[in-house]
Structure formats: C-alpha cells, structure tokens
C-alpha cells in the first residue's frame, strides 16, 4: 500500500490575519506582528505596521503609513491619521485623536551612536482620555497630556497640558480651553466650562 506526502498548507498572510484578528479590518498592504491584540472594530489601512506586543482597543482608526510599536498600548475608539509612528512609551488612552504628520518622540537627547534597548531608556508620554492633537505637532517625550486638551496644528509641546487646555504655538502655550465637543472656550464660568455651542457645562479644577 503506498501513502502520498502532501504538501503543507500554507496560509497567506492576509489569511493568517483573518485567523488571529477576526474582529479587525487588516488592509493587505499593512503588517501586523504577533503578538498583538487588535479589538473589535478596529482597522488598519495602507502601507501600516503594527509591531509585536501592541495592545489596541476597540473601534481604532489606524490611517496610512502609521507605525505603532512595539510594546505600546492604545485605547479605544483612538484615531490615528497619516504619518504617524508612536514609539515605545507613549501611551494612548480611549478617544484620543492624533492629527497626520504630528510626531510623537520617546529619547529626550538622542545620538545615533548610542544604542538605547531598554524600556527604562524612554521617557514616558501620556495622552489622557478625548485629548485631541492637531496635524503636525510635534510632542517631546516625557510629557502628559490632559483629558480632552486640545493642541493646535504644528505646536511644540515641551510640558504638561493641563485638561482641557487649549494650547497652540512653538512651544505650545494656553490660550483658553476645549469642550469636550471640541469648541474652543476663551474663559471659565464660575470654576466651569460652559460650552456655547452645545450647552455641556464641565467642572475644572
């Protein structure tokens, strides 16, 4: 009796992702390292790559040309337009907005010669709940964002910012503040954000 060798299956990589992400929308231009974890919902478009040990939410927008990685954690429902890389030690948390082409860094005095492999070496970024950050800024490391700040196209964040700040300029200075529909508002009502435009009122400390 004779037995016929046949040859493995091979999967495709898009069919590999099908497999290991059910849940997302994988682009068959995008790469996505295992292990991850990608949440319900989430996409991820052309040219993309997601790096090993990343953690993303549910119902993520990832744009064209995005690196994200490795080892970074997302939230949910975060955009993330074109042109974007977010390194090692930065961290997104749900509903966070970053505009195309803003730079996220993680080394506060970089050299090509010196090889930096540990974790410990990044400074850490945070970019707290609804905060948005407009195309082409740039946020230098060790910085933490506040709840629903808003930071306008092509600022230079080189310090906190507070919640709910409206910041703008090189570097990026206050100039009023944000609801969290977005609405710029240039003072405070008795301790409060008092939005015009959709009447939410918002506690600030």
Not at 66 to 95: A, C, F, H, M, W
Not at 106 to 133: C, E, M
């Amino acid at each position: 009796m004779m037995t016929t060798a046949t040859e493995p299956t091979t999967l495709s990589r898009q069919e590999e992702y099908v497999q290991r992400y059910p849940d997302a929308k994988i682009h068959e231009s995008a790469y996505v390292d295992a292990p991850c974890t990608l949440g319900e919902g989430t996409q991820v478009w052309h040219f993309s790559h997601i790096l090993g040990h990343c953690t993303l939410g549910t119902g993520c927008k990832i744009g064209q040309n995005v690196v994200i990685g490795p080892r970074v954690t997302i939230g949910n429902n975060v955009k993330i337009q074109n042109n974007v890389s977010v390194y090692p030690g930065v961290t997104l948390e749900d509903d966070v907005f970053c505009g195309p082409s803003m730079v996220f860094t993680n080394v506060f005095n970089p050299r090509s010669a010196v090889v930096r492999n540990s974790d410990d070496a990044f400074l850490k970024t945070l970019v707290k709940r609804g905060a948005s950050i407009g195309a082409n800024a740039t946020i230098v490391c060790g910085t933490t964002i506040g709840e629903y700040a808003f930071i306008g196209a092509g600022s230079v964040v080189t310090k906190d910012i507070p919640p709910y700040a409206l910041v703008y300029g090189n570097p990026a200075k206050q100039h009023g503040w944000a609801c969290v529909c977005g609405e710029p508002i240039k003072a405070l009502t008795a301790g409060a954000l008092v939005c015009p435009t959709c009447g939410q009122t918002t506690p600030v400390s």
